[in-house]
């Protein structure tokens, strides 16, 4: 019903800027919240940044005044701007999306993207 299509990611050196985006298809009527969450090897996934509808975001502590999320829902897309990469940044990056598949539904569907690999080389 709702496909994820990321792209953007890469091998870039340290202090270095890569620009994610995800592009939401199908049939839906309306999303929520849209986000990106990423996984280190060995450690769990976590939320980077997430945006709501109205535009209002949120960052993790380790990405603040480093990384801005925007979107731009006339395209049901989500990208992320990453600037002064660090290698700790390394990890495969997934962007979700909170979606109302009809207007009617009793709760939201969460949808995940395929993941894009960030590396961060030092």
């Known amino acids: 019903q709702v496909q994820l299509v990321e792209s953007g990611g890469g091998l870039v050196q340290a202090g270095g800027s890569l620009r994610l985006s995800c592009a939401a298809s199908?049939?839906?009527?309306?999303?929520?919240?849209m986000g990106w969450y990423r996984q280190a090897p060995g450690k769990q996934r976590e939320l980077v940044a997430d945006?709501?509808?109205?535009?209002?975001?949120n960052y993790a502590d380790s990405v603040k005044d480093r990384f801005t999320i925007s979107r731009d829902n006339a395209k049901n897309t989500v990208y992320l701007q990453m600037n002064s990469l660090k290698p700790e940044d390394t990890a495969v990056y997934y962007c979700?999306?909170?979606?109302?598949?009809?207007?009617?539904?009793?709760?939201?569907?969460?949808?995940w993207g395929q993941g894009t690999q960030v590396t961060v080389s030092s």
């Open positions: 199908g049939s839906f009527f309306s999303i929520n919240a």
């Open positions: 945006i709501t509808s109205g535009g209002s975001t």
């Open positions: 979700n999306c909170n979606v109302m598949i009809r207007r009617w539904a009793l709760r939201p569907d969460d949808y």
